[in-house]
């Protein structure tokens, strides 16, 4: 199952059903943790309230360049709707004496990464994106964010249509060096 999880672009309903999203909720709890901090937040997005996070984008974009085409508006209001359930990640930094920022965001990923297998694991599709918008002051003061919390991630969930992605496959040997 590791060996065979890949992202996938093309999500349509059903999203996953709640039983499932436990799964993937307790596998992303039990990430790495240095000095259990446990920065991780999830908030999650299905049906309507889609529409609120399609506003966020476009509140954010045009907050953060006021000179945005309308185009570009119309378009990021449909990113959310590429995906039946969209869930936000992220990770609330804690000023910590043996835990430098980037250990929490570090345990931010690999909590994100074992909500993906969990998802795999059920045959649930899904797909890690961020774009300028993950970066964006604005977007995370709309979704209300605390002050020390950063965004990692828009998890895009659903059901897969078609299996045409290919997975990535690299060779050991450009990645490994055995000393
Ligand atoms: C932190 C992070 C952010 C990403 N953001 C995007 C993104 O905004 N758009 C995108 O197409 N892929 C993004 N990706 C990559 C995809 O999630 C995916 O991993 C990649 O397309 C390779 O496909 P695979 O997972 O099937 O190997 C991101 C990956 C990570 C780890």
Not at 30 to 49: C, M, Q, S, T
Not at 156 to 176: C, F, M, N, P, W
């Amino acid at each position: 199952m590791l060996l065979s999880r890949k992202s996938h672009n093309k999500l349509v309903a059903p999203a996953p059903i709640d039983e499932q999203l436990e799964v993937m909720f307790r596998a992303a709890l039990r990430a790495p943790d240095h000095a259990l901090l446990k920065p991780w937040r999830y908030r999650v997005f299905e049906g309507e309230a889609l529409h609120e996070l399609a506003t966020h984008m476009v509140t954010a974009a045009a907050h953060d360049d006021p000179e945005i085409s309308e185009d570009k508006l119309a378009k990021l209001k449909t990113k959310p709707f590429r995906a039946p359930m969209v869930i936000v990640a992220s990770v609330v930094i804690q000023e910590h004496p043996k835990v430098p920022e980037i250990e929490q965001i570090l345990s931010g990923g690999a909590s994100v990464q074992n909500l993906l297998m969990a998802a795999h694991f059920q045959g649930v599709g899904a797909m890690w994106r961020t774009g300028s918008l993950a970066f964006s002051q604005k977007m995370m003061d709309l979704l209300g964010f605390e002050d020390k919390e950063t965004l990692i991630g828009f998890v895009y969930l659903g059901t897969e249509e078609g299996d045409k992605r290919q997975a990535r496959i690299s060779e050991i040997e450009e990645h490994v060096t055995r000393i």
